[in-house]
């Protein structure tokens, strides 16, 4: 059992599967984290025939890689029209601005999701400008999106940039709803957006306000071993994908490969911390996405959207 980080770039994920594989002969991995990362990796598991799990790759494409890679997060089609449907029946939203990162698969997957699913609705993308992970000065995009008048702008990016974009939204006087996907899911979100983050809105895989018991227990027991730190979605998934990789090794008559991917195959109606867990034949979860508000003392629950 190997888990994969979310540091490095994708060719170093490639390399490190090859090597996890062909040299430490590993029987599954538990990882990658990133869309991107996991787009690179996963080819690699699948030509040797090692089952991986992907706590949060939420991009389509990967599963569709091979039949011994896996994800316990839901994919960007549903998160894309979770919170289309939010912004057109919640915020009442008509006309949307686009700020994507090109340098992410996730990011440009889901925001093609959700602005497909948004044109459904009868809601109009006014604008679709782009920036790249790394950037510090989003200010030319954010003046010329200003200047279309969006009523909201969704930014499917990680909290890195786009708590730096939303500072730099209100430092321009650009004060319209923000919403994101679960890239948004981090403590460090407030810290770098500070006040101008506050308020707005992203999807999630969970809420740490649930009264579930075994999400009560798991924060508890997080707490307890991380100095009071609430646990992010990326912390509960990454629980729940190794719960459920070690269920599956459990079951197995034997440790190997083949037999360990049959049995995470087989995983129905598994009681996690990000909720009931299905796995169908395509290797994706199927289960229910939360809508969260930022809030400087945690994000807030707003909504709960079923498949």
Not at 30 to 47: D, F, T, Y
Not at 86 to 93: H, P
Not at 185 to 209: C, M, P, R, W
Request: contains cysteine; glycine residues 6%.
């Amino acid at each position: 059992l190997i888990s994969l980080d979310d540091q490095g770039k994708a060719e170093e994920a490639n390399a490190a599967v090859t090597r996890l594989v062909t040299q430490n002969k590993v029987v599954a991995l538990l990882g990658e984290v990133a869309s991107s990362r996991s787009l690179a990796a996963a080819p690699i598991a699948q030509q040797h025939k090692i089952p991986m799990i992907s706590p949060s790759s939420t991009n389509p494409k990967v599963t569709e890689i091979g039949d011994y890679i896996f994800r316990v997060c839901f994919i960007d089609p549903f998160q894309g029209t979770v919170m289309a449907k939010f912004a057109t029946d919640t915020l009442k939203v008509k006309k949307v601005a686009i700020f994507r990162d090109v340098k992410s698969d996730y990011s440009v997957g889901l925001a093609n999701f959700f602005a497909e699913k948004f044109k459904e609705l009868g809601g109009e993308i006014i604008a679709d400008l782009s920036y790249q992970s790394g950037d510090m000065d989003f200010n030319g995009q954010l003046t010329e999106l200003k200047s279309k008048n969006p009523e909201a702008i969704f930014i499917p990016g990680y909290y890195t940039e786009v708590g730096l974009i939303a500072r730099q939204a209100q430092q321009l006087g650009l004060k319209v709803p923000l919403m994101g996907g679960d890239g948004w899911d981090s403590a460090k979100l407030v810290e770098i957006g500070q006040d101008a983050i506050i308020g707005n809105y992203f999807s999630n895989h969970y809420t740490s306000e649930s009264q579930d018991p075994i999400v009560v227990d798991f924060i508890k027991k997080f707490k307890t071993r991380y100095n009071n730190e609430t646990p992010d979605a990326l912390a509960t998934l990454g629980y729940d994908a190794a719960r459920i990789l070690i269920a599956a090794i459990q079951r197995a008559k034997e440790p190997t490969p083949q037999l360990i991917r049959d049995e995470i195959a087989k995983t129905k109606d598994f009681q996690a911390v990000t909720g009931k867990i299905t796995l169908n034949e395509q290797r994706n979860a199927i289960k229910s996405a939360v809508v969260v508000k930022v809030d400087k003392t945690g994000n807030r629950f707003v909504t709960t959207v079923v498949p």
